[in-house]
């Protein structure tokens, strides 16, 4: 029988902005997020990026394997934007059931991004086709010009580029992935019959202290960037609000320890195998239990316009920790936010 003071049954989450990589990384990897999400929108950041509809089947194909037996769970992928991308591949991809989405990186913006979009002209075509067959643009939401303070990127952007992008596009559904700051999530709302948002665990509990007081901190360093106080308020105010266009995204983001904890260090947490800890001690301060299952387990689908899993999570007010690290098979230590820590929640897959 349960001791737990809190038992909550959801539908099994889905996870709407996952990073698997691929090799060792992803055998590492995977089996945290398919423990606790049934489904996620995988993120084709790789080196080179998912570009070819091939690649990303092929590239699911690796994922499916590296899922434990048990674990019932559905990579979506997506396409990485270029300058120049090709709309009928794209329209291929979509077609076939190998793409839902496509993802807009600018260029230099975040890992693994070089690839990415150095103007808007150079996807007009692409967005005018995903916009013509319904397949939304995922968007990494910050500007890189150099006269931009990191702080400000995620602002700029939305009043330089995601403006245009909605003005020049207007049946173009878009979702703004791991917004950071009251002004995105202000846009959101704004815009709540073609826009939604991801919101990760770490951006609700980190502020810019976090990453800076007392020393430098490498292990919250993620992009964008973690704001000041007053944004990481306001993100706790969407995700625990109830309101549909927001939605679970853990951007959980594996690297090499080394390349974390040296002079120029990775942008990313891996957070997989405490998110959905994180997240329900966020709802529970909010006081906001009951929309819980809304943000992490129907509002993504509703917005993909797939059906809610059919299994169900447990999810227990009882103490639980995470390991520190997780170590790959060929002797790579990745650390995990939160790893190592008390938590005051036990969460558990039923199917
Ligand atoms: O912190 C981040 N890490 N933000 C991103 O946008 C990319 C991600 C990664 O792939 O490491
Ligand atoms: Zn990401």
Redesign the pocket.
């Known amino acids: 029988m349960s001791t737990a003071e809190i038992t909550l049954t959801i539908p099994t989450p889905d996870d709407w902005h996952t990073?698997f990589r691929d090799g060792e990384i992803l055998k590492a990897v995977v089996p945290h997020t398919t423990a606790q999400f049934g489904r996620s929108i995988v993120?084709p950041?790789l080196v080179p990026p998912i570009t070819t509809v091939d690649a990303a089947a092929a590239y699911r194909e690796r994922i499916k394997a590296a899922v434990p037996a048990g674990h019932s769970y559905t990579p979506l992928m997506t396409c990485y934007l270029t300058d120049g991308a090709s709309p009928d591949e794209m329209e291929r991809g979509h077609r076939e059931g190998v793409w839902v989405a496509a993802k807009l990186?600018p260029a230099h913006?975040?890992?693994?991004?070089a690839h990415g979009v150095t103007s808007l002209d150079a996807i007009e075509p692409a967005l005018s086709r995903m916009e013509k067959i319904g397949m939304p643009m995922l968007v990494?939401g910050e500007v890189t010009d150099h006269d931009v303070d990191i702080f400000d990127r995620e602002k700029v952007f939305i009043d330089r580029v995601l403006s245009e992008v909605l003005r020049r596009h207007p049946g173009l559904r878009v979702v703004m992935?791991?917004v950071t700051t009251e002004d995105g999530v202000a846009f959101v709302r704004a815009n709540p019959d073609r826009m939604a948002a991801t919101i990760t665990p770490h951006h609700l509990v980190l502020n810019r202290n976090d990453l800076l007081v007392g020393g430098i901190r490498p292990h919250h360093?993620?992009?964008?960037v973690v704001k000041r106080e007053k944004h990481r308020l306001a993100l706790r105010k969407a995700a625990t609000s109830g309101e549909k266009t927001f939605f679970l995204g853990t951007?959980t983001?594996p690297?090499a320890i080394h390349l974390k904890e040296c002079a120029c260090g990775?942008?990313?947490?891996f957070n997989a195998p405490t998110t959905m800890q994180v997240y329900t001690q966020v709802f529970h301060e909010e006081n906001a239990l009951q929309h819980l299952e809304g943000f992490a387990s129907r509002n993504g689908p509703a917005f993909y316009g797939l059906p809610v899993n059919e299994g169900t999570m447990t999810i227990e007010q009882k103490p639980s920790t995470a390991p520190e690290r997780v170590t790959t098979n060929d002797g790579i230590d990745i650390v995990v936010f939160k790893g190592g820590e008390a938590l005051n929640w036990t969460v558990t897959r039923s199917s």
């Not at 913006?109 to 991004?113: D, E």
């Not at 360093?221 to 964008?224: A, E, G, R, S, V």
């Open positions: 990073h993120m950041n990186y913006a975040t890992t693994n991004s990494h992935e791991h360093y993620c992009l964008p951007d983001a690297h990775c942008a990313g947490l």
